[in-house]
Structure formats: structure tokens, C-alpha cells
């Protein structure tokens, strides 16, 4: 998908990577946004270590590249400094539900208005195949010769548990209901939780088993416990929207209107309040 969202950066990923239709699936969704009023211009990601770093790279928005797991602290540190941008993480399974675990739960604890889009290939792909917490029992790999031997987490089950008020899953073998999916997240005020299933080809290709068990759900959830039961499910992995909330976020609840990275106090009234301080 050529257009003015791709940058003049070689692209690395292996040939048949997941990561390009999850790449295709986020430029539709910020064109989208665009349309409906959201100017690129107040889109800013933040990515972490991994394969989808290399989001960084590749496209064409404002960004910060985080250190390992620190995507989501540093996207909430933004929206803190200006509450007007749309802040969304590209992240990794091994990245956020691994390394970063607990920033996460705490985005989601405190409902920060952020997006986290988590690109499940269930192992470090760029490390060439250790597994992390969302790999399969049994996968084996350069951290695990006889078989891993641990379950797989549900992160989804989890972020409703630490009070996401958006929890999604799309698949980046199907393009367009992932595009609707990031538009949605990233238009909701409040947490979104989106799990995107993305298969690697060199270390972990789920291209066959994802066709085949994934399924759009016609409705979606009704209840919170629905949408518990509904990510639990193992006979199929369904796509689609499985919990939605309105709730205050964390800046309004903190600061207010306030706009910190316009409104600040100048420096010389800083420096005086600070000399006071120092005097009593």
C-alpha cells in the first residue's frame, strides 16, 4: 500500500510477515481518521523493542522509540503533557506482556487515554524465536529445546480484570475489520486494548491456524461477564470489539482541562514559587 503514511526506510521484515497487514490495516485507520477530523498531525506512536519497532521506521507519523516494555509509560507521559494528541503504542507480545507487563496493567488500572496494539506473534521474533508469555505450551524455540512448559496468558481476560474500558482482537489477515477495529480504539476515550494476531512466518507461522479459527462476531458481547466468557473461549478465536465503557480518563481526572505543554507557568514565576518554598 503505497502513499504518503510509508517512509523512505527499507523495509526489513521477512517476506509474508503479518506485520504488513497490520502496517496496511494501521495507515487505513489514520487516513480514516483523518477524514472524519483527525489530522495526522496529532497522532503520535510510541514503540518498543521488537519487530514492530520497526513501526518507528516505517511510518510516517510523529513517534518516540522507547526502550524494551516502556512503550506505554512514555505514550502516557505524552497524553499527560497534551491531553489534544491521540497517543496509540505499537507493541510486541514480548515487549508489552512480557517486559513491560506492569505499565500495562497500570494503563488499563487507571484508564489512560491511550492505545496499546499489541502485535501477538507469540514469540520474540526478532531475537529469533524465544517464547514469551502468549506462546503455546509445547513451542519450541532457542529458550525452550524440549517444549515449552507453561500456558499461554490471556491478555485479553486480563485487561478486562484491570479495568480497560476498549478490549478488541483483530487478525492481520484480514485488513479491512482490522482497520474499523484501530479506528474505533483510538477514537475511544479511555484504555483500548487491542490484540492483534499476527503470524511470523520464519519462527511461528499461524497463517493456516488463524484462517481457519478465527471469526467475526456478528454482536458483540452484551455483559462484562459475556465478554469474559468470550475471550476464554478455545473451539474458535473471535474478532471483533468484546467490551466497550465510558469512563473518565486519567488526565481529566488528574488535571482537568489543563494543557500542560501550552499552558505552563512561566519560568521566572517558577523560579519565585520555588524560592518560596525554599524560605518557609
Known amino acids: 500500500m503505497a502513499d504518503d503514511l510509508t517512509t523512505y526506510h527499507e523495509n526489513t521484515w521477512c517476506p509474508g510477515c503479518g506485520n504488513f497487514g497490520l502496517f496496511n490495516a494501521l495507515k487505513?485507520?489514520?487516513?480514516t481518521l483523518e477524514k472524519k477530523g483527525a489530522p495526522r498531525e496529532k497522532l503520535v506512536q510510541t514503540?518498543?523493542?521488537?519487530?514492530?519497532g520497526?513501526?518507528?521506521?516505517y511510518l510516517a507519523v510523529s513517534g518516540f522509540a522507547t526502550l524494551h516494555g516502556r512503550a506505554l509509560a512514555v505514550a502516557q507521559g505524552i497524553k499527560l503533557a497534551n491531553p489534544e494528541l491521540k497517543v496509540f503504542s505499537s507493541v510486541g507480545d514480548g515487549d508489552t506482556?512480557?517486559?513491560?507487563?506492569?505499565?500495562?496493567?497500570?494503563?488499563?488500572?487507571?484508564?489512560?487515554d491511550i492505545t496499546a496494539l499489541i502485535h501477538n506473534n507469540g514469540i520474540y521474533a526478532l531475537t529469533t524465536g524465544q517464547v514469551t508469555p502468549m506462546s503455546e505450551r509445547g513451542a519450541r524455540g532457542p529458550s525452550t529445546p524440549l517444549g515449552n512448559p507453561e500456558d499461554p496468558l490471556n491478555a485479553l481476560a486480563l485487561m478486562l480484570e484491570a479495568g480497560a474500558t476498549f478490549v478488541a482482537r483483530g487478525y492481520?489477515?484480514?485488513?479491512?475489520?482490522?482497520?474499523?477495529?484501530?479506528?474505533?480504539?483510538?477514537?475511544?476515550?479511555?484504555?483500548?486494548?487491542?490484540?492483534?494476531?499476527q503470524p511470523c512466518v520464519s519462527f511461528n507461522n499461524t497463517?493456516?491456524?488463524?484462517?481457519k479459527s478465527t471469526e467475526i462476531m456478528q454482536e458483540p458481547p452484551a455483559t462484562y461477564d459475556d465478554a469474559v466468557r468470550a475471550v476464554k473461549r478455545r473451539d474458535k478465536l473471535p474478532l471483533g470489539v468484546f467490551y466497550e465503557v465510558k469512563k473518565r480518563p486519567f488526565h481529566l481526572e488528574v488535571q482537568g482541562d489543563r494543557i500542560p505543554a501550552t499552558q505552563r507557568i512561566p519560568k521566572e514565576e517558577r523560579i519565585t514559587r520555588v524560592r518560596k518554598l525554599l524560605e518557609i
Open 47 to 52: 514503540t518498543g523493542i521488537g519487530c514492530h
Open 54 to 57: 520497526k513501526m518507528s521506521d
Open 207 to 211: 497463517f493456516e491456524k488463524y484462517n
Open 97 to 112: 506482556i512480557g517486559e513491560g507487563l506492569e505499565h500495562l496493567i497500570f494503563a488499563a488500572k487507571r484508564n489512560a
Open 28 to 31: 487505513k485507520a489514520i487516513l
Open 172 to 197: 492481520a489477515g484480514k485488513v479491512d475489520h482490522l482497520a474499523d477495529l484501530i479506528v474505533r480504539a483510538i477514537e475511544h476515550e479511555g484504555f483500548s486494548f487491542v490484540e492483534i494476531l
